[in-house]
């Protein structure tokens, strides 16, 4: 069975990091294309980063330089690591095999 | 960037009637492998995210047939034959081709 759950959400302040992880059961994430798409508080959904089965790496412009996506074959994990956070990256940050599986998300809350 | 846009943002539907969502690319999402990569999404109140369409009008595994998407080049549409209670939600399409951009959402409720 396909899981993909998410960790390392929390409050945070502005300018500060956390990092992101997506733990995978049912497929090996370095076969696949692995990305994080957020959802801010009543809004839609919105591609942050992807990184595929060779290692690319795809960033949104409203993320670029300040977060970083990556992934641990040997633990079958991907993570993103989020640097100098905004009150606008507050959202709910789904893990996700692009596309057809997702995980329940991990809220993220950005304090000024 | 690849924009995509949807009409209408919100739609009142009756069960049992037939519903439809438009989607617009600004570009055409033919790729130059010949695939069209534009997806369907259904997100129910208080749920992540199911993928129920790819590449136009393939449907995933268990999604019910009354959902169908058909379009090409610029211009898709996804249509639900006979709207069921679950179907409420927001529907997304995506575009595959250029990163990965989804549109503003449609919201379906009863």
């Known amino acids: 069975e396909v899981q993909l759950v998410e960790s390392g959400g929390g409050l945070i302040q502005v300018g500060g990091s956390l990092r992101l992880s997506c733990a995978v059961s049912g497929f090996t994430v370095s076969g696949h294309f692995m990305g994080w798409v957020r959802q801010g508080p009543g809004k839609g959904l919105e591609w942050v980063s992807v990184?595929?089965?060779?290692?690319?790496?795809y960033y949104a412009d409203s993320v670029k330089g300040r977060f970083t996506i990556s992934r641990d074959n040997s633990k079958n994990t991907v993570y993103l690591q989020m640097n100098s956070l905004r009150a606008e990256d507050t959202a709910l940050y789904y893990c996700?095999?692009?596309?057809?599986?997702w995980g329940q998300g991990t809220l993220v809350t950005v304090s000024s | 960037d690849v924009v995509m846009t949807q009409s209408p943002l919100s739609l009142p539907v009756t069960l049992g009637q037939p519903a439809s969502i438009s989607c617009r690319s600004s570009?055409?999402?033919?790729?130059?492998?010949?695939?069209?990569?534009l997806n369907w999404f259904q997100q129910r109140p208080g749920q992540s995210p199911r993928r129920l369409l790819y590449?136009?009008?393939n449907r995933d595994s268990g999604v019910p047939d009354r959902f169908s998407g058909s379009g090409s080049g610029t211009d898709f549409t996804l249509k639900i034959s006979t709207v069921e209670a679950e179907d409420v939600g927001v529907y997304y399409c995506?575009?595959?081709?250029?990163?990965?951009?989804f549109g503003q959402g449609t919201r379906v409720e009863i």
């Open positions: 990184i595929s089965g060779g290692g690319k790496t």
């Open positions: 570009r055409s999402l033919v790729h130059s492998d010949g695939n069209t990569y």
């Open positions: 995506m575009q595959g081709i250029d990163f990965w951009t």
């Open positions: 996700a095999r692009v596309s057809d599986s």
């Open positions: 590449r136009v009008s």
